[in-house]
C-alpha cells in the first residue's frame, strides 16, 4: 500500500491576488480538506475559501483519499487567489487516514499561534464560519466545534437517516462522555490550536488517529481529552442541499465503530503515560 506523506505541492500562483489591508496578522488559518471523490464539490468550495483568503491568511490542504474521479486534478491545475496544496493517497484510505495525513502535513510546517480548521470537502460547510473559529481561537479556546445542535445550528438539509445518526450519537455521546459544553460529537468541522495537536501528535504519533471512518472524529476528541482543551461550540447552518450526489457515510459501519470506541475507552484509559 503506497501513500505519498511526502507528496506535498502548492498549487497556487506566485504572489496571488493583491491582498486588502485589513488581512489577519496573529495567525494563519490551515484548512485541512479530506476528499474522497469530490472533484464536483472542490471548484465552488475552493472559490468560496479564495474569498475567505481576501481577509485571512489562509492555507487549504486538500487530501485526496485514492479518489477515481480526478480530484487530484482539480487541486493540481491551481486555484486564482488561494494558496492549495496537494497531499496524496494513492489508494482510498479512508476518512481517518485521510485527516491524520492533512494533520501531519500542516504541523510540518504551522507555527504555534496558527490554527487548523478540518471540513468536509463536499461543499456543505461554509468557509465564511473561518473567522468566527480563529476568533474563538483568540479568545482562548483551544477547539472549536460548529456544531448542528446549539442555537442557531441547523441539520434540516440533510436526510433524515443522517441527521437520525448525527442526533442519536451526539446524544449517546453527551450522556457518556465527560464534555461539559460539547453538544455536536461527530461535526467534520472543527478548528484546533496548532500547539495544542502538535502537542497530542508527540505523545500519540502516528496513533493520533486510529480510527478508519467517521468515528475518528470522536477519537480525536477523546486523545485531546487528555490535554484538557478548552472546547467551545459555534452554530453551523449544515448546507447539505448543496452536496452533489449521496453521502459517502456507511451508516451501520459507522455505528458499530462508535460503539467499538465507547467500549475502548472505558476499558483502557488513554494516555497510557503521562502528556
Ligand atoms: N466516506 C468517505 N469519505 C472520505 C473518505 N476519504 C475522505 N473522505 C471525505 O470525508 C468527508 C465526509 O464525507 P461526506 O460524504 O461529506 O459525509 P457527510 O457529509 O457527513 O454525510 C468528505 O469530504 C469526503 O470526501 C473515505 O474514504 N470515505
Ligand atoms: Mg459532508
Same mark, same amino acid.
Request: hydrophobic share 45%; glycine share 8%; proline share 5%.
Given at each position: !500500500?503506497?501513500?505519498?506523506?511526502?507528496?506535498?505541492?502548492?498549487? /497556487?500562483?506566485?504572489?496571488?491576488?493583491?491582498?486588502?489591508?485589513?488581512?489577519?496578522?496573529?495567525?494563519?488559518?490551515?484548512?485541512?480538506?479530506?476528499?474522497?471523490?469530490?472533484?464536483?464539490?472542490?471548484?465552488?468550495?475552493?472559490?468560496?475559501?479564495?474569498?475567505?483568503?481576501?481577509?485571512?491568511?489562509?492555507?487549504?490542504?486538500?487530501?485526496?483519499?485514492?479518489?477515481?474521479?480526478?480530484?487530484?486534478?482539480?487541486?493540481?491545475?491551481?486555484?486564482?487567489?488561494?494558496?492549495?496544496?496537494?497531499?496524496?493517497?494513492?489508494?482510498?484510505? @479512508?476518512?481517518?487516514?485521510?485527516?491524520? /495525513?492533512?494533520?501531519?502535513?500542516?504541523?510540518?510546517?504551522?507555527?504555534?499561534?496558527?490554527?487548523?480548521?478540518? !471540513?468536509?470537502?463536499?461543499?456543505?460547510?461554509?468557509?465564511?464560519?473561518?473567522?468566527?473559529?480563529?476568533?474563538?481561537?483568540?479568545?482562548?479556546?483551544?477547539?472549536?466545534?460548529?456544531?448542528?445542535?446549539?442555537?442557531?445550528?441547523?441539520? *434540516?438539509?440533510?436526510?433524515?437517516?443522517?441527521?437520525?445518526?448525527?442526533?442519536?450519537?451526539? *446524544?449517546?455521546?453527551?450522556?457518556?462522555?465527560?464534555?461539559?459544553?460539547?453538544?455536536?460529537?461527530?461535526? @467534520?468541522?472543527?478548528?484546533?490550536?496548532?500547539?495544542?495537536?502538535?502537542?497530542?501528535?508527540?505523545?500519540?504519533?502516528?496513533?493520533?488517529?486510529?480510527?478508519? @471512518?467517521?468515528?475518528? !472524529?470522536?477519537?480525536?476528541?477523546?486523545?485531546?481529552?487528555?490535554?484538557?482543551?478548552?472546547?467551545?461550540?459555534?452554530?453551523?447552518?449544515?448546507?447539505?442541499?448543496?452536496?452533489? @450526489?449521496?453521502?459517502?457515510?456507511?451508516?451501520?459501519?459507522?455505528?458499530?465503530?462508535?460503539?467499538?470506541?465507547?467500549?475502548?475507552?472505558?476499558? /483502557?484509559?488513554?494516555?497510557?503515560?503521562?502528556?
Amino acid at each position: !500500500m503506497s501513500v505519498d506523506e511526502g507528496d506535498v505541492r502548492t498549487a /497556487s500562483e506566485e504572489g496571488g491576488p493583491a491582498l486588502s489591508g485589513d488581512v489577519r496578522t496573529h495567525a494563519r488559518a490551515h484548512v485541512v480538506l479530506p476528499a474522497y471523490n469530490e472533484a464536483a464539490s472542490l471548484p465552488p468550495l475552493l472559490t468560496r475559501l479564495a474569498e475567505v483568503a481576501l481577509t485571512e491568511k489562509l492555507t487549504a490542504w486538500v487530501v485526496d483519499d485514492g479518489s477515481s474521479d480526478g480530484t487530484a486534478d482539480v487541486v493540481a491545475a491551481g486555484w486564482p487567489g488561494l494558496d492549495v496544496r496537494l497531499v496524496r493517497h494513492r489508494v482510498n484510505l @479512508g476518512l481517518g487516514q485521510a485527516v491524520q /495525513s492533512g494533520l501531519r502535513a500542516v504541523l510540518a510546517e504551522a507555527s504555534g499561534d496558527d490554527v487548523v480548521v478540518v !471540513m468536509d470537502a463536499d461543499d456543505t460547510h461554509d468557509p465564511a464560519l473561518i473567522h468566527r473559529l480563529e476568533d474563538e481561537i483568540a479568545a482562548g479556546a483551544d477547539v472549536v466545534i460548529c456544531s448542528r445542535f446549539v442555537d442557531g445550528g441547523d441539520d *434540516a438539509t440533510a436526510p433524515p437517516l443522517r441527521r437520525l445518526l448525527s442526533r442519536g450519537a451526539a *446524544a449517546l455521546f453527551r450522556r457518556v462522555l465527560r464534555f461539559a459544553d460539547v453538544r455536536d460529537f461527530t461535526s @467534520g468541522f472543527r478548528a484546533y490550536r496548532v500547539s495544542l495537536l502538535a502537542r497530542a501528535q508527540r505523545h500519540w504519533g502516528e496513533r493520533l488517529i486510529e480510527e478508519r @471512518g467517521f468515528a475518528c !472524529m470522536v477519537e480525536l476528541l477523546l486523545k485531546l481529552r487528555h490535554c484538557r482543551p478548552v472546547v467551545t461550540e459555534v452554530p453551523l447552518a449544515l448546507r447539505y442541499d448543496r452536496k452533489r @450526489g449521496p453521502s459517502k457515510i456507511r451508516i451501520a459501519r459507522t455505528v458499530g465503530q462508535y460503539a467499538r470506541l465507547l467500549v475502548r475507552d472505558r476499558l /483502557s484509559p488513554a494516555p497510557h503515560r503521562a502528556l
